[in-house]
């Protein structure tokens, strides 16, 4: 009879990610995989059985507690269904959890990405477990997660934390979403994207060279509304900033820290504003899956 463990594994757009950890959190396997095998595949939890079965072979079986999935998708509130996942193909209102614990016999817990890596930050960052914490992740889109007393918010529905689509008047363009406006449209690496190709410079020079241009400067400020929105609602404890883009050379926090200030009232949470940076670990999001499923009593 060996160790109890859990495995985790984050389904992202570009790559998956399979951990195994133990109750107190330390990895004891980690592999990185691009996704297409997955996207690619007719049976889904066929596949993502066969990656555990090397684990299996090593740790037992018998010794998981639970399978615990990070994705990329939005899902019901039980999190159960995925509904929508725009990265991954074959993800679209499928109830993963019951076709995975039927296929491997074992607990499924799943949650969004953006919280399994909120959850991650706030233990590997030693933040309080008590009160709101809220995360930000400037990737290809907003991403947003709100953690109270260590459990992920879902909202009534499931599908809280959208804060890349809250809306903005008199913006019109169309969303990926489906909604027109949404913020995400003014302050993703998206835009970033869009910019880089307007000057026609490489998206790596975009902070280190232009962090000047008026297009630039908007990025900071659309980011900063979306930011002080959420912190003027919740007065959280503090906010993670994550993602891609905020980890970019020359990614101009001080800026963006002052116009979130600026932005919020006074004195606090003005003066209280705290922002800490994630840590970019490169398994959070399977750890922050495991972490996830035992807050749940798993
Ligand atoms: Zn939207």
């Known amino acids: 009879m060996g160790e109890a463990y859990y495995i985790g594994i984050e389904v992202g757009g570009t790559h998956l990610r399979i951990a195994a950890a133990d109750p107190s959190l330390r990895v004891l396997s ?6 297409t095998g997955l996207s690619d595949a007719e049976d889904k939890a066929a596949y993502l059985a066969d990656l555990m079965e ?35 193909r074959g993800f679209d209102g499928i109830p993963l959890k019951a076709m995975l614990e039927a296929r491997v016999g074992l607990p499924v817990e799943m949650e969004r990405d953006a919280n399994t890596e909120l959850l991650y930050e706030i233990e590997h960052a030693g933040l309080p477990k008590e009160g709101i914490i809220a ?6 889109g907003l991403g947003n997660a709100i953690c109270i007393d260590g459990k992920a918010y879902r909202g009534a529905t499931g599908s809280a934390c ?42 790596e020079e975009i902070f280190t ?29 503090c906010v993670v900033l994550g ?41 959070s999001g399977a750890v922050g899956a495991v972490i996830n499923a035992i807050s749940l009593g798993r």
């Not at 232009?210 to 959280?236: G, Y």
């Open 135 to 140: 995360g930000v992740y400037i990737g290809t």
């Open 209 to 237: 060279v232009h962090a000047d241009h008026e297009k630039v400067r908007e990025f900071i400020t659309m980011t900063a509304i979306a930011i002080a929105t959420e912190v003027t609602i919740l007065d959280p404890v």
């Open 162 to 203: 959208e804060l890349g689509h809250i809306p903005v008047a008199g913006l019109e363009e169309n969303c990926g979403c489906g909604k027109k406006g949404c913020i995400e449209l003014k302050a993703s690496g998206r835009v970033l994207a869009a910019i880089a190709g307007e000057i026609g410079c490489p998206v």
């Open 54 to 88: 090397p684990v299996f072979a090593r740790l037992g079986k018998e010794n998981c507690r639970c399978v615990c999935l990070s994705l990329a998708s939005l899902m019901n509130r039980e999190r159960t269904m995925c509904f929508s996942s725009p990265n991954l």
């Open 30 to 35: 980690f592999e990185k995989m691009r996704s």
């Open 243 to 283: 993602g891609g883009v905020a980890a970019m050379q020359g990614f101009p926090l001080t800026q963006l820290t002052e116009k979130i200030r600026e932005n919020l009232r006074i004195p606090d949470p003005r003066a209280s504003f705290r922002m800490v940076r994630s840590s970019g670990a490169p398994e």
